[in-house]
């Protein structure tokens, strides 16, 4: 990094070069991730409170080479994983010539958490921690039935979220017994002062005894759909 006598900052790259990331670098999200042989084009140079940094889309050659753990948790984080953000420090300039390009050595997936949604959301679909959620499918709703029909707890109340009717619901429907839908996902058993009838499961609130279960249910349902 240089300064002019009037000391603003000078970025020793420019938009367009080439470089290369130094070996012992990692990914800062990722410490488990090592960074160095990286390479890429530069794009845009950011300078912020006296530092550098530089952003610069992946080579071909880097994006063949990096860890399938490195793509799923871009994925599950919203990071776009061919474009890389670093301090000018952390870089060099690349000259061409091929080098190795650093991999994970031990892989840390940090364990899933009950007090994280979609941590719990993963539980239920027998993923880890890495593993960005899945949409909404005939595969997935079937691992989450299964999930569910071990540890709902019946009979309970709860409420439809679109009026406040309240139900007493008494079985989750087993999608083998019926048409299983993507558009109303599980089905429940229920029933109101009156009648009994179906209801999607993503469409019920405050489940007495099971509120977390059909809350993250929900909110899987809705926002992966």
Same mark, same amino acid.
């Given at each position: ?27 800062p999200? @990722?410490p %488990? ?20 940094? $530089?952003?610069?889309?992946l ?5 063949a ?8 948790? $871009?994925?599950?984080?919203?990071? +776009? ?7 000018e ?5 690349d %000259?061409?010539?091929?080098?190795p ?6 892989i840390?997936t ?7 949604q ?7 679909? &027998? ?18 039935? *299964? ?9 309970f ?6 009026? &406040? ?6 079985r ?15 089905? $429940?058993?229920?029933? +109101? *002062?009156?009648?009994? @009838? ?10 007495? &005894?099971? *509120?977390k279960?059909?809350?993250?249910? &929900? ?7």
């Open positions: 990094m240089s300064h002019t006598k009037k000391g603003s900052i000078i970025s020793r790259f420019q938009v367009g070069n080439k470089v290369r990331v130094k070996y012992g670098v990692i990914v999200d @990722f %488990d991730i090592p960074l160095g042989g990286w390479s890429g084009t530069v794009t845009e140079i950011i300078k912020d409170h006296g530092q550098i940094n $530089c952003v610069f889309k080579d071909d050659r880097t994006l080479s990096i860890h399938p753990i490195y793509h799923k948790r $871009c994925e599950r984080d919203g990071l +776009d994983f061919e474009t890389m953000w670093l301090g420090e952390d870089i060099e300039p %000259d061409g010539t091929p080098v390009i650093e991999q994970p050595t031990q840390k940090p364990p899933l958490s009950e007090k994280d979609d941590d719990r959301v993963r539980m239920a679909l &027998g993923l880890t921690h890495d593993d960005p959620l899945p949409d909404v499918s005939r595969k997935t709703l079937l691992a989450y039935y *299964r999930y569910l029909a071990a540890n709902l707890k019946f009979p109340k709860a409420k439809t979220e679109s009026d &406040g009717t309240t139900l007493t619901v008494s989750l429907i087993d999608p083998k017994q019926s048409e299983l839908e993507e558009e109303e996902g599980l089905l $429940c058993e229920a029933r +109101d *002062r009156q009648a009994s @009838f179906t209801v999607p499961l993503s469409e019920l609130e405050d489940a007495v &005894g099971n *509120r279960l059909v809350e993250d249910y &929900g909110y899987w349902f809705w926002n992966w759909h």
